[in-house]
Structure formats: structure tokens, C-alpha cells
């Protein structure tokens, strides 16, 4: 496996490549904007998760004193759990050569990836792959998106990445790298410039 990180100012995202396929990986992280140089993590341990097994030690008399606090304490141990263990860790693009695209999410606890989502894209159903803009809020956001057309002729979007929303130059770096490697068509062409600060 060869891993690099193309991007010097985003570190978040890699490009990993086996044999047989590449993914364009992009983790659940970011640099600070400040200029500090450190990292924004959107998952993890916090104070809480050190908390509630002490809250539930101290209490455990009172816990399995009845059924119905018993039951209730099970019912919220167990939404607090699932709540911990589907944090999105990474999200990415495979391109599996002469098959088609598979986007990927991975959510788990940090550290240990638990559960992942696939949404595989045949090449003979994929159109194109664009950079599309949205709003969210009063932001504008851009999204790496794929064209696909099903067995009916119905156009769809397949939207990588759709919980992290990484910047601007990780989705240009992608799109170019998939224009090049699945539909042949050179990199150095032209291309929208950069958004400024605002949309990025």
C-alpha cells in the first residue's frame, strides 16, 4: 500500500493505494484556521465519556433497586453508546479500475472503526462526476457529486463525503484525479478558479 497526503494545508486528506484500487480518503479532522498549526477534531473522547461511568458506579444501588430504573438506566446506557460508537471517522472514494466508484463512511468509536456504509456506482451507469454548490444555512458549501443514470433512464446524484463536507482543494484534488483516471480526460484543463475565503 502506498499512502500519500498530496495537500501540505490539508493533512485530512490521503490518497491510499492498493493494489487492485485507490481510495481518496478524507478523516473527521481539521487544521485550525488560526495559525496555530492545530488540529479540530469533529470526534472523539471527551470529559462526558469519563463521567458517566462513574455516575453509574456511584448510583448502582439505586439503579438496580427496581425494574423500572433498571430498565430506564439500560435504555439510556444504550442511546448514549450507540450515540458514541456512529461518529463518521472517515468518509472516501474507491476507484476500483474497469468496475466503478465506491463511496464509502465509516463511523465508530476513535480508533476503532465499527460500522461502515458502501454505495457502489458501476462505470456503465456513471456519467460524470462534478463540483456542485449548495447552501447550507447562510454558507455556500461545495460538494463533490457523481451523475449516475439507473436502468430507466433516471438521472441521480451520489454525493461523497456528505458528512464531513471537506474544502474546496480536497474536492478539487479528487475531482481531477477521477476526471483523469475514469474518464481519460487531462487534469490541466481548465477549471473554475478557487472560491474565495467565504465559500470555502
Not at 10 to 24: A, K, L, N
Not at 88 to 106: D, N
Request: proline residues 6%; hydrophobic residues 40%.
Amino acid at each position: 500500500m502506498q499512502h500519500t497526503r498530496p495537500l501540505q494545508d490539508h493533512p485530512e486528506f490521503s490518497i491510499r493505494e492498493y493494489q487492485g484500487c485507490t481510495e481518496y480518503r478524507v478523516e473527521n479532522w481539521r487544521r485550525a484556521r488560526d495559525g496555530s498549526g492545530g488540529v479540530l477534531r469533529f470526534y472523539g473522547w471527551s470529559w462526558v465519556d469519563a463521567v458517566v461511568p462513574v455516575l453509574i458506579a456511584v448510583y448502582w444501588q439505586t439503579i438496580t433497586s427496581s425494574r423500572l430504573s433498571g430498565a430506564l438506566a439500560i435504555l439510556l446506557a444504550a442511546l448514549y453508546a450507540r450515540s458514541r460508537s456512529t461518529q463518521v471517522l472517515w468518509e472516501s472514494v474507491v476507484l476500483i479500475p474497469s468496475f466503478g466508484l465506491q463511496f464509502e463512511t465509516h463511523r465508530g468509536l476513535p480508533g476503532l472503526p465499527l460500522l461502515a456504509s458502501r454505495q457502489f456506482i458501476p462505470f456503465m451507469r456513471l456519467q460524470d462526476v462534478v463540483i456542485n454548490e449548495g447552501l447550507r444555512g447562510w454558507n455556500v458549501r461545495y460538494y463533490l457529486a457523481a451523475i449516475a443514470k439507473s436502468q430507466d433512464e433516471t438521472i441521480s446524484l451520489h454525493v461523497p463525503f456528505e458528512n464531513i463536507l471537506p474544502y474546496f482543494p480536497v474536492l478539487l484534488e479528487v475531482y481531477h484525479e477521477l476526471q483523469e483516471n475514469v474518464f481519460g480526460r487531462s487534469s490541466s484543463s481548465p477549471t473554475a478558479q478557487q472560491p474565495t475565503e467565504r465559500g470555502v
